[in-house]
């Protein structure tokens, strides 16, 4: 860490899986780069990590500065993402000696990348071999990742859109899969591999009259004889009528994927299926009751949902990628804009912190099995007192015609 | 049809699958009513006509004015909603008795029913066998359908609204499945089994600039050759990016359902499959392209998604049952409320007109085939022209700690 000043470009890139505000937070980054007297260029990583391997950065210099803006609107990665795992640098060093290459070609003495786990973990990595090699750069991490698995930070940004999306969606398939007066069982698929924040969220819209009978979280083995039970209990009491919701990455006490499970005739269900596992469970349901059933997989449209983003999320996001510019402009290098937060008296307050990217990278944080269920078939009010606060506000959005009007970008390469 | 002032009860019925604005056209009809002079209470039919012949009606007067509001904005049939075909009278005229009693018990003068072609068969048998035993009785029908196939009406309340969330998600979806610089084929599955309506309204998503590459609609018929020469054709010129919109009604040239086509080696599929046409035309895409394919189902959502209701919409379906009650309590009887538009200069102009019951019911509109275009794999700016007055404007809607506050009806049942 130094206090000098360095003066040189900075670079952004945005990695993994989208989010509704991923953009904000490159917003942040970029428009905070544009106006330090420190920052001589700014850059956006074409495909995140790759666009440095391939030399494709984009000059952010010269975009017009309200479409800039209009990147807060803009769900999913403006600047393109990848999925790459870069090499351990003691393994192989070659990824890092082009970086270097880049680096010195463009004078890049910010480096600024927005992502989950794998993310943090580049940054690191980038960080580490640069110190090494006795080439000055700050590098920051910028959390990201609809899953809300991130270490260290009260939650990622990204995470409460996704989250809102997921509550208004089960309200409204609530009303519609409640309409008539025959039996209906409808389950609906959540993304969240192994941790369930996400499905989590769906118990928001039970708290407001109109949500999930049952929320099952990957943080506990699935049964699916006390599913079959807990469905059967609802059944009875509601007429039929059961929502449920489950994270798609609900497993078996020996690990395997409900998702995933095979045929057999243990596991109750028919043959082997393409479709996701809302349809197999519904499926199952079918079967077991003779009711008509549904499954509903969210899929890509509750990490996209742009037009319902929450607009404490959006001014998180956006306020994270401009910490992070700042911490680096004033000495700061190797760390994770991390969120800490305050809950007390239902007064909800957000700061941000910086946190040792070596003390971040590569761990998930999951639901605390205190804020699930004794019956492992929903959340606890703590865990409503944890999101609600998140979801809250809904900004003014750019529309055309009723529809979204993105951000639309010139991106010039570099040479 | 008699000029004479009728003084009696009203009912309103909800019938067929729900929408995001079917409770706005409740509202026109149920606050008319309240308001009027001549009619002297106004019930809510308990799961439509079913709910007539249970004896089961719900006491609107009861009702606090203010949740009756917030019907606006309450997606899915506030009523309850049913499936029942009534029978032909000549045939079986047992259901036509009980009704006629449950008219006599509460004095029921003015009979509101709001659907899709089922609901106009069924109003349209009632009136006639009113007429045929002499009890008078005022019957309208108010069209309600997401498919937008009701025959003699420029469009039906529903549609418009659920255009706009399926071309909004069409955007977002867009933006996130072209994100990676990998290949990747994502198929957006619509609704509409034979009207391509709500899968053309995807086109609307194109049109502004992120949406789908090739959208396929019901009314001409899908080969999977053809598909699949589309699909390469696209996949060489865009980098290995495809985002296709099918309705859910896709039909080979023998009638077959794609969605429901039995495994064989001919048609290239795999074996059989739970997971709907979405999964399965991807599946079918991954075999063919190896590039990573995904499979989205709109499903309910499409049907409910009342946070995106279109302003227009919203409006005219209140305005479709305020109409039907202004006609019946002047006089008229026997008719459906229909939409009578104009485009011109691109002013788009809405009026309510009255057409017999006898010419709409049982009638299916489908889209022209003149705007479909010659490939078959999308339409033409006609289309666009005629669907884009009708998603314009949104409504503020009543929240609560930013998720949506809907209704809640005491639903006080009248004996």
């Not at 780069?33 to 990590?49: N, P, R, W």
């Not at 989950?116 to 071999?129: A, F, L, R, V």
Request: a negative charge; proline letters at 4%.
């Amino acid at each position: 860490m130094s206090n000098t000043p360095l003066k040189g470009a900075a670079v952004i890139g945005q990695s993994g899986g989208p989010s509704a505000v991923i953009n904000a937070s490159a917003y942040g980054v970029i428009k905070t780069a544009l106006e330090s007297e420190y920052i001589t260029k700014v850059y956006g990583m074409h495909h995140g990590i790759k666009g440095m391997l391939n030399d494709e950065l984009l000059i952010m210099d010269e975009e017009d500065p309200k479409e800039l803006e209009r990147l807060l609107y803009t769900p999913s990665s403006a600047l393109g993402s990848c999925r790459y795992k870069i090499a351990d640098p003691d393994v192989d060093d070659t990824d890092y000696k082009r970086i270097l290459e880049i680096f010195k070609k463009y004078d890049i003495r910010y480096f600024f990348y927005n992502g989950g786990n794998d993310s943090m973990d580049t940054c690191n990595k980038i960080s580490k071999y640069c110190q090494k090699v006795g080439y000055e750069c700050r590098v920051m991490g910028i959390p990201k990742t609809i899953d809300n698995d991130l270490f260290g930070t009260d939650h990622c940004p990204g995470y409460a859109s996704a989250a809102k999306y997921i509550a208004t969606s089960c309200m409204e398939v609530y009303k519609d899969a409640t309409v008539y007066d025959n039996p209906q069982i409808t389950v609906v698929e959540i993304m969240g591999r192994h941790a369930g924040w996400l499905a989590g969220a769906a118990a928001l819209a039970t708290a407001f009259g109109a949500g999930p009978d049952l929320v099952y979280l990957p943080e506990v083995d699935f049964d699916l004889e006390t599913f079959s039970a807990d469905v059967e209990r609802v059944y009875k009491a509601n007429g039929g009528k059961v929502l449920i919701a489950v994270s798609e990455g609900i497993h078996y006490a020996d690990g395997r994927f409900v998702s995933e499970a095979e045929t057999s005739a243990t596991d109750g269900f028919g043959h082997a299926q393409l479709g996701g596992l809302a349809v197999k469970l519904a499926d199952y349901l079918k079967k077991r009751t003779g009711a008509k059933v549904r499954g509903i997989e969210l899929s890509l449209l509750q990490r996209c949902g742009a037009h319902l983003a929450s607009g404490v999320d959006l001014a998180e996001a956006e306020l994270a990628g401009r910490a992070a510019v700042e911490a680096a402009v004033s000495g700061k290098t190797d760390y994770m804009v991390a969120f800490k937060c305050s809950r007390e008296g239902g007064k909800y307050v957000c700061e941000t912190e910086l946190l040792p990217l070596s003390e971040v990278a590569n761990y998930e944080k999951k639901v605390p099995l205190e804020w699930i269920n004794a019956d492992h078939n929903g959340v606890t009010q703590e865990f409503i007192d944890y999101v609600l606060p998140l979801i809250q506000g809904a900004p003014e959005r750019p529309t055309e015609q009723s529809l979204p009007r993105y951000a639309k970008l010139k991106k010039v390469l570099a040479k």
